[in-house]
């Protein structure tokens, strides 16, 4: 997630100036946007996410009399499934399709034509939506202790389990990022090309991304069941509703135009079914 916070610092100043020459809505954009508005959303999802982290860096390693308690019976029984798991290969192997998911939403834009006409705008929005996401985890991270299921691990080192490091598993947050800007990308793609036969590959590719990042954190220890599915439900309602929250409501079925009778005059509205 740290590297995620600094992708979006990085592509902010890159497409500030790029947005602020587009118009925030018209015929060849589904999304109406702020520039002070969602600048503000922005700045402050980042900021709150950096206090998220200053949370988690203070969190403190755990101690003998704690580690004692972690066995498998204190894990709720539907998270037991990978109790005591660790694999360093799958950590390592689960940030590969991670760092690859950030530059997903900057290539389709690129890519498809009816979103380059709108770049700035679109990435804006996708910066919001990485921000959001950014505050949620790391708040909930850096509040909520819960150790990681390599804890459970008796074969592994005392003070491995015990660092403060190992207690973040609540919740995913590479599954989350991956959701969000997977999401993300297949929500904006939709919008702008409401016809296109590639909607379902798009929106089928974007499912399953975070699931093979959940899969991989799952596998290597790094987080339960109920973690990845957590990440991956925050992840992906913020790729999904934060382009939703600022599409356009056209009324396209409503006409209004000038109406003259008798002793009357003024405006006519008809609705079509």
């Given at each position: 997630?740290?590297?995620?916070?600094?992708f979006?610092?990085s592509?902010?100043?890159?497409?500030?100036?790029?947005?602020a020459?587009?118009?925030?809505?018209d015929s060849?954009?589904?999304?109406?946007?702020?520039?002070?508005k969602?600048g503000?959303?922005?700045?402050?999802?980042?900021?709150?996410?950096?206090?998220?982290y200053s949370?988690?860096?203070?969190k403190?390693?755990?101690t003998?009399a704690q580690l004692?308690?972690?066995?498998?019976?204190?894990?709720?029984?539907?998270?037991?499934?990978?109790?005591?798991?660790?694999?360093?290969q799958?950590?390592?192997?689960?940030?590969?399709?991670f760092q690859?998911?950030?530059?997903?939403p900057?290539l389709m834009?690129l890519l498809?034509?009816?979103?380059?006409?709108?770049?700035?705008?679109?990435?804006?929005?996708?910066l919001q939506?990485m921000?959001?996401?950014g505050?949620?985890?790391t708040?909930a991270?850096?509040?909520?202790?819960?150790?990681r299921p390599?804890v459970?691990n008796?074969?592994?080192?005392?003070?491995?389990?015990?660092e403060?490091?190992?207690?973040?598993?609540f919740?995913?947050?590479?599954?989350?990022?991956?959701?969000?800007?997977?999401?993300?990308m297949?929500k904006?793609?939709?919008?702008f090309?409401?016809?296109?036969?590639a909607?379902?590959?798009?929106?089928a590719?974007?499912?399953?991304?975070?699931?093979?990042?959940?899969?991989?954190?799952?596998?290597?220890g790094?987080?339960?069941?109920?973690?990845?599915?957590l990440?991956y439900?925050?992840?992906?309602?913020?790729?999904?509703?934060?382009?939703q929250?600022h599409?356009?409501?056209r009324?396209?079925?409503?006409t209004?135009?000038?109406?003259?009778?008798i002793?009357?005059?003024?405006?006519?509205?008809?609705?079509?079914l």
């Amino acid at each position: 997630m740290r590297r995620c916070i600094t992708f979006c610092l990085s592509v902010l100043f890159t497409i500030s100036s790029t947005f602020a020459q587009q118009p925030s809505a018209d015929s060849t954009s589904p999304y109406h946007t702020s520039f002070v508005k969602d600048g503000a959303i922005i700045v402050g999802g980042v900021g709150l996410t950096f206090l998220g982290y200053s949370l988690i860096t203070n969190k403190k390693d755990l101690t003998n009399a704690q580690l004692a308690t972690k066995t498998r019976s204190s894990v709720p029984f539907f998270d037991r499934g990978n109790v005591g798991f660790y694999s360093r290969q799958a950590d390592d192997d689960s940030y590969i399709p991670f760092q690859a998911s950030f530059a997903m939403p900057v290539l389709m834009a690129l890519l498809n034509k009816n979103e380059r006409q709108k770049f700035g705008q679109v990435m804006v929005l996708y910066l919001q939506t990485m921000a959001i996401t950014g505050t949620v985890f790391t708040m909930a991270t850096g509040n909520v202790y819960r150790s990681r299921p390599y804890v459970y691990n008796t074969s592994l080192s005392a003070d491995f389990r015990k660092e403060k490091d190992s207690q973040r598993s609540f919740f995913a947050g590479h599954t989350a990022a991956t959701a969000a800007a997977t999401f993300f990308m297949a929500k904006t793609f939709a919008d702008f090309n409401p016809d296109s036969k590639a909607k379902p590959y798009v929106w089928a590719f974007a499912a399953a991304v975070p699931a093979v990042v959940g899969y991989l954190r799952y596998k290597g220890g790094m987080h339960f069941l109920s973690d990845n599915v957590l990440g991956y439900a925050v992840g992906a309602a913020a790729g999904i509703l934060v382009p939703q929250l600022h599409k356009i409501k056209r009324m396209k079925n409503v006409t209004i135009a000038p109406a003259v009778g008798i002793g009357n005059k003024g405006l006519a509205i008809t609705y079509k079914l």
